[in-house]
T-cell receptor, first 114, second 116 residues
């Protein structure tokens, strides 16, 4: 069974640009969560999608957005990039619904903003 | 809001020895899940062990076991017979069993070094 796949793995952008990251969950998983990981702030929750609906959102500015498609694949977008957006962005999936267990993580997309 | 605290930024253990990583959490909920995740350098995060709060018995997975103290809100991870491959960042995580508050909260992590 294929794991969670994130693309691209690495990318470099400049301030003011926007970026779109993609995540394909494990087959059969309907819930996708996104996390930002930085050395200073650790792992911070961005948002979670289930059946194309945003179920939960973390404390991030509106520049961070996401969506989920009918095949459960998810994308997150960051507009007007700032230097502080440099981070490892992790996607995680689970079967979805309440009380359904642990998250399965992808390898992450490492974003560097210059 | 639920918070997870890992008070040991770094730990070191000799190969084949035992090490315990600490984790405490703060919550007013009675039904939740606790997890330990491992993140090796430049590799993806994987689940080590999980514990349901309603279960009194401590979870074990081969060399990994937890000491879950619900009243004290403590959830430590014990690694027995440490191996070089255990070297990684270890994250303690909490997730509420309530639907509306279901995101996973992570501690700051403990970097474990295993000495040969």
């Amino acid at each position: 069974k294929a794991g969670v796949t994130q693309t691209p793995r690495y990318l470099i952008k400049t301030r003011g640009q926007q970026v779109t990251l993609s995540c394909s969950p494990i087959s059969g998983h309907r819930s996708v969560s996104w996390y930002q990981q930085t050395p200073g702030q650790g792992l911070q929750f961005l948002f979670e999608y289930f059946s194309e609906t945003q179920r939960n959102k973390g404390n991030f500015p509106g520049r961070f957005s996401g969506r989920q498609f009918s095949n459960s694949r998810s994308e997150m977008n960051v507009s007007t990039l700032e230097l502080g957006d440099s981070a490892l962005y992790l996607c995680a999936s689970r079967k979805g619904g309440p009380n359904t267990g642990e998250l399965f993580f992808g390898e992450g997309s490492r974003l560097t903003v210059l | 809001a639920q918070t997870v605290t890992q008070s040991q930024p770094e730990m070191s253990v000799q190969e084949a020895e035992t090490v315990t990583l600490s984790c405490t959490y703060d919550t007013s909920e009675s039904d939740y899940y606790l997890f330990w995740y491992k993140q090796p350098p430049s590799r993806q995060m994987i689940l080590v062990i999980r514990q349901e709060a309603y279960k009194q018995q401590n979870a074990t997975e081969n060399r990994f076991s937890v000491n879950f103290q619900k009243a004290a809100k403590s959830f430590s991870l014990k690694i027995s017979d440490s191996q070089l491959g255990d070297a990684a960042m270890y994250f303690c995580a909490y997730r509420s069993a309530l639907i509306a508050n279901n995101d996973m909260r992570f501690g700051a992590g403990t970097r474990l070094t295993v000495k040969p």
